[in-house]
DNA sequence: TGTTGACCTTCCCGTTAGTGGAAACATTAA
DNA sequence: TTAATGTTTCCACTAACGGGAAGGTCAACA
């Protein structure tokens, strides 16, 4: 199938199927005669398992890491854990500084009144 | 004061406060006879305040806009409320997404054995 | 057969908010 | 005088694509 069919198929744009390709994560099964990019159900299965741990925000680099492991018959469970545990953690450290953000911010704005007058906690603090 | 004085005294990278005068955000108050940029105070002000704006995940262009409220001896609290307020439901809409993303990852973490077989719930559930 | 329209290719530029480095000029201390 | 910083501009790079141009290909329809 031609490009727009696998980006179809696999849910994502097809500018991003052929970015994959053109950094080597994800490569086509091959090209026609008029070099068009061929795919198969195998590529189309590998953009689907990027786009999803895509949308855990692994990086792109963590995604061929994961690759390779998918790809490896002989992989051990082990390798894939740990991966997914270090992104894991990360998530969790992400989520403590939303939060302290949050409380923060969420003081200011409860204490501004927010009228007409200039007078304002948010601010004060910053400034 | 010189750029590398203005630049520790805000809490900023030297090349970042460059960077602020070449995108118009915090210019510098003029030029020495040798063409090095010269910091008042009043620009020092403006840096720390850019600087906890952006700690608080307010873009450059939010900033310009909080700075120019800032500036206007004139504004309302109301105005920068909004912006704050506004700031404050990204933050929240992002804690939901991470929260999701977190618990989803997690139970595949925990469904995982981690040991030397292959089978593994993660790498199932991607492909 | 011609041609229209949809699809494909590569290439380059833009995004955010800076960071790193190079070449050249200025200032300061020994 | 020389060496070590400090400063300037400019250019390239980051992550992960998106937009759009210029040109080649393919299928359908009159």
């Known amino acids: 199938m031609n490009i727009s069919q696998a980006a179809k198929m696999s849910g994502l744009p097809t500018k991003t199927v052929r970015y994959y390709a053109d950094i080597n994560l994800v490569q086509s099964q091959g090209r026609s005669k008029a070099g068009y990019r061929t795919y198969s159900e195998t590529e189309v299965r590998k ?6 741990a895509r949308e855990f925000d692994f990086t792109i680099e ?19 854990k740990n991966l997914a545990t270090k992104r894991l953690k990360q998530i ?33 603090y910053f400034g």
């Open 62 to 80: 963590e995604c061929r890491e994961l690759l390779s492991l998918f790809e490896d018959r002989d992989r051990s469970s082990a390798d894939v």
């Open 92 to 124: 969790e450290k992400k989520q403590h500084e939303l939060q302290s953000l949050h409380d923060e911010l969420a003081h200011l704005v409860q204490a501004c009144r927010g009228d007409h007058r200039p007078d304002c906690p948010i601010i004060d």
């Open 47 to 52: 953009l689907i398992f990027v786009r999803r």
